[in-house]
């Protein structure tokens, strides 16, 4: 099967840029798994904020934040964000931290800072002999991540994309200006593959004979428990320790606690410890007023970095026509709109687009090379 892209990968990375890149060229999407969105995007907080993540990644989602709020017609049935502030919380120790983060230039002008008495007003269940001050960002959001994913996914199709499940690519190989894949029993071959295969991005880079681009998987934990009786949780926002060791985020009549862990793991379905929900329960109670008495559900996924936990975007500076869309992190659905705006402009040799360099996102800093380089 002949193409002009192959699409590894149908997570919200590979289904985005499939979706775009579909507007003017014939794609394929290729996923291992029988149904899109199993590993990492089907595990996520559902988070979007503006001040989560460097400065590279507070730009990305800056940048995707109009997609957000008005996506284009068609594109969902229900909105894709809800309003949900997130509040950063320091206990006396972390307050000079606290503070340093609150006053970083593109932070301080979308943020309050909160005195120990106004958190106690706004979520009366925090500890005020644990927790002293907070910085709230009030326009940070819930985002519907099936919603999105299924959108874009949507989108892909109506544009005459094919989308493919249950076809793991096990080899590749450049030949006469393409790559040949072959994914099971499938044969396919396009001028330019690009890698968006989350946790599995450098096996996939091995397959085809490329160099690594560093990339570590770490596990994070999340765990569903009851909210303390009478407790007006909807409204609360997300609560985040400013070292990001935990945190607590209201999630249709539940509450979800995560020891924020970031345990090094191969590539795998991941699944939760007993240890590190254990984890997360007891710095939520230390931190709130509140009585767990059991789990209703619990989950990991992976969260995959390079050294500098920027995105890696752009053509490999050494491998013809193989393209990255990888390295997300902790922050991959929150910068999607940007991310894959950035990748189907670049992957069709064109430049970001202005509204991503008005937001200070630069092509050397998502670009592969700069990992070759270091
Ligand atoms: C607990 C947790 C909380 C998070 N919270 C947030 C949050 O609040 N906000 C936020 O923005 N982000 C969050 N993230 C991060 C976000 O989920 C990821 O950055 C994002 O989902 C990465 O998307 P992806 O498409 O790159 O990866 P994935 O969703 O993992 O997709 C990669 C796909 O590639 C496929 N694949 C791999 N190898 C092959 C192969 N050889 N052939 C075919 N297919 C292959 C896999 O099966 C997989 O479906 C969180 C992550 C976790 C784990």
Not at 123 to 133: E, G, K, L, N, T
Request: proline letters at 7%; aromatic letters at 6%; one cysteine or more.
């Amino acid at each position: 099967m002949d193409s002009d892209f192959i699409v590894i990968g149908a997570g919200i990375a590979g289904a985005s840029v499939a979706a775009l890149l579909a507007a003017e060229a014939r794609v394929i999407l290729l996923e291992r798994e029988d149904h899109p969105g199993f590993h990492s995007t089907g595990r996520s907080a559902a988070l979007f904020s503006e001040i989560y993540g460097n400065e590279t990644v507070r730009a990305l989602s800056r940048a995707s934040r109009p997609f957000f709020l008005d996506p284009p017609q068609d594109f969902s049935e229900t909105d894709l964000v809800r309003q949900r502030g997130s509040l950063f919380l320091a206990s006396a120790a972390q307050l000079e931290q606290l503070d340093a983060f609150a006053a970083l230039p593109d932070i301080a002008p979308v943020t309050r800072r909160l005195s120990g008495e106004q958190l106690t007003e706004l979520c009366p269940q925090i500890r005020a002999d644990f927790v002293v001050a907070g910085v709230l960002e009030p326009q940070s959001m819930d985002i519907e991540v099936h919603e999105l994913h299924q959108g874009y996914l949507r989108l892909f199709r109506r544009r005459g994309g094919t989308l493919i499940t249950e076809a793991p690519v096990d080899a590749m190989v450049r030949e006469d200006g393409g790559w040949r894949v072959a994914a099971g029993s499938r044969r396919l071959r396009a001028p330019v593959v690009i890698n968006a295969a989350g946790a599995w991005a450098d096996a996939v880079a091995a397959l085809a004979g490329v160099a690594p681009i560093g990339l570590q998987p770490y596990r994070r934990t999340a765990v569903l428990v009851d909210p303390p009786q009478g407790a007006a949780t909807d409204k609360w926002p997300m609560m985040i320790d400013i070292d990001e060791e935990f945190y607590v985020k209201p999630d249709a009549g539940l509450l979800l606690v995560s020891p924020a862990d970031e345990t090094p793991s191969d590539p795998c379905d991941a699944q939760p410890d007993e240890l590190d929900i254990a984890t997360a329960i007891y710095r939520a109670e230390e931190a709130l007023k509140l009585d767990v008495r059991r789990t209703k559900r619990s989950w990991a996924g992976l969260r995959s970095f390079v050294a500098d936990r920027t995105p890696v975007v752009g053509f490999d500076p050494e491998a013809e026509g193989f393209f990255w869309l990888a390295g997300q992190g902790g922050y991959g659905i929150q910068t999607a709109p940007a991310l894959a705006r950035a990748a189907a402009a670049l992957a069709q040799h064109g430049d970001l687009p202005p509204d991503l360099l008005a937001q200070g996102v630069r092509q050397a800093d998502l670009a592969p090379d700069r990992l070759r380089r270091n």
